[in-house]
């Protein structure tokens, strides 16, 4: 499973690729506004500085939300660097605009997806990634999990290429919940991916090895 930092904080995605275990990264406008990134230049040379920092794809989420305007956008956005990914919103130009992008060739992310048939469509869009939110479908009591396994057997059903890029991950039961069903991406925050390291036996073991050591070595 492929390992997205779901941010557009630049020292937390360097920290994610310094660990070497970083395949991507996704963002939205809303992760852009956090970190104060505004204005179309600026927002420009932030997918640009991501890019240099990371070796893999950059979700670079559209404004637009008529297709002629995705269009325009996402061809802006597609000829920064070869490592973005035109982020569309799953609604009916969206879809229109990512078979478009697939057609010519430009990777896509289908975002805002919470249910099967809005990931059906995706897929028969040719889009790259198609994003089911987890952590938003957990909040309304609805099993963000459950809605990974539905896309996986239809996509399996027929062979689709498009990849399951699990977002909205909150935690680390979520990435291990994502890596058993079979999604091909999560993408979630530093904390769930660092997280992952954690066990009290493994501190507890490393100091009886330390102390071990130094008793024998003094
Ligand atoms: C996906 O690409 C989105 O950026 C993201 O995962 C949304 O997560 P949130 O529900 O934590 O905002």
Request: glycine share 8%.
């Amino acid at each position: 499973m492929k390992f997205f930092i779901d941010t557009a904080n630049l020292d937390q995605i360097k920290e994610a690729q310094e660990l070497g275990v970083l395949d991507g990264v996704t963002t939205n406008p809303s992760l852009m506004a956090k970190e104060g990134i505004t204005g179309k230049n600026n927002i420009l040379k932030h997918y640009v500085d991501i890019c240099n920092i990371v070796d893999g794809d950059v979700s670079a989420e559209v404004n637009a939300i008529d297709l002629e305007g995705m269009i325009k956008e996402g061809e802006e956005l597609a000829d920064l660097h070869e490592q973005i990914v035109v982020k569309l919103p799953m609604t009916k130009d969206g879809v229109k605009a990512a078979k478009y992008f697939s057609d010519k060739g430009i990777k896509t992310n289908v975002t805002l997806v919470f249910s099967a048939g809005q990931a059906l469509l995706a897929a028969k869009a040719g889009a790259t990634y198609v994003s089911p939110f987890i952590g938003r479908l957990d909040d309304v009591s609805t099993d963000g999990l459950a809605l990974i396994e539905e896309i996986r057997l239809i996509y399996d059903n027929y062979g689709y290429e498009t990849q399951i890029l699990a977002a909205s991950v909150r935690h680390t039961m979520h990435i291990v919940n994502c890596a058993k069903i079979g999604a091909d991406v999560m993408t979630g925050p530093l904390s769930a991916i660092t997280g992952l390291l954690k066990h009290p036996l493994t501190d507890i073991g490393l100091a009886q090895f330390i102390a071990d050591f130094e008793k024998g070595n003094k």
